[in-house]
Antibody, heavy 118, light 110 residues
Framework: EVQLVESGGGLVQPGGSLRLSCAAS????????MSWVRQAPGKGLEWVAN????????YYVDSVKGRFTISRDNAKNSLYLQMNSLRAEDTAVYYC???????????WGQGTLVTVSS | QSALTQPRSVSGSPGQSVTISCTGT?????????VSWYQQHPGKAPKLMIY???KRPSGVPDRFSGSKSGNTASLTISGLQAEDEADYYC??????????FGGGTILTVL
């Protein structure tokens, strides 16, 4: 059974940093692209970033470029999102998702809430 | 990059059919056959319902179908059931391994 479990969310002040993690199991992690997708309270889904199987290619939505960094550790079956210079508009539930070459997201985690507020 | 355009809400009675549209541009929906649809119940993670415009993952009822014409994709749900009441999001490949979602549609089963 495919499982994706996010962690690391919480309350952070504007300008602060946070690192999200996603632990994957039930599939060969190193064979798949992985993505982060977020959802602000009461709003729609927004793709944030993805990373190729070997970590050599990474892509981001314009609003987080230069502030967020996606990475992965295939030996630990883990996906990460380092978030710096956080803004109030980054407040959202962040989902980890298994990504098929940016064509679709077949499996999703349960999400972790990030709140940026003073 | 603006979100794909979906109707804010749609509704239908049990047993009826509803169609949710998703309009983009030639740079996303119109340019690729990589449109997917997700169902999201309150407080839950999204669930893949349709991928590659019209393909259904294993376990998704054949009441759910997808199509595309030009820059507009559509999700049709036939034989509406109470459990279909949820938010629905379209999603498209937008080139260079980037992705764009629609704003979401609230489906109400009357």
């Amino acid at each position: 059974e495919v499982q994706l479990v996010e962690s690391g969310g919480g309350l952070v002040q504007p300008g602060g940093s946070l690192r999200l993690s996603c632990a994957a199991s039930g599939f060969t992690f190193s064979s798949y692209w992985m993505s982060w997708v977020r959802q602000a309270p009461g709003k729609g889904l927004e793709w944030v970033a993805n990373v190729k199987q070997d970590g050599s290619e990474k892509y981001y939505v314009d609003s987080v470029k230069g502030r967020f960094t996606i990475s992965r550790d295939n030996a630990k079956n883990s996906l990460y999102l380092q978030m710096n210079s956080l803004r109030a508009e980054d407040t959202a539930v962040y989902y980890c998702a298994r990504d098929w070459y940016a064509e679709y997201f077949q499996y999703w985690g349960q999400g972790t809430l990030v709140t940026v507020s003073s | 990059q603006s979100a794909l355009t979906q109707p804010r809400s749609v509704s239908g009675s049990p047993g009826q059919s509803v169609t949710i549209s998703c309009t983009g541009t030639s740079s996303d929906v119109g340019g690729y056959t990589y449109v997917s649809w997700y169902q999201q119940h309150p407080g839950k993670a999204p669930k893949l319902m349709i991928y590659d415009v019209s393909k259904r993952p294993s376990g998704v009822p054949d009441r759910f179908s997808g199509s595309k014409s030009g820059n507009t994709a559509s999700l049709t749900i036939s034989g509406l059931q109470a459990e279909d009441e949820a938010d629905y999001y379209c999603c498209s490949y937008a080139g260079s391994y980037t992705v764009i979602f629609g704003g979401g549609t609230i489906l109400t089963v009357l």
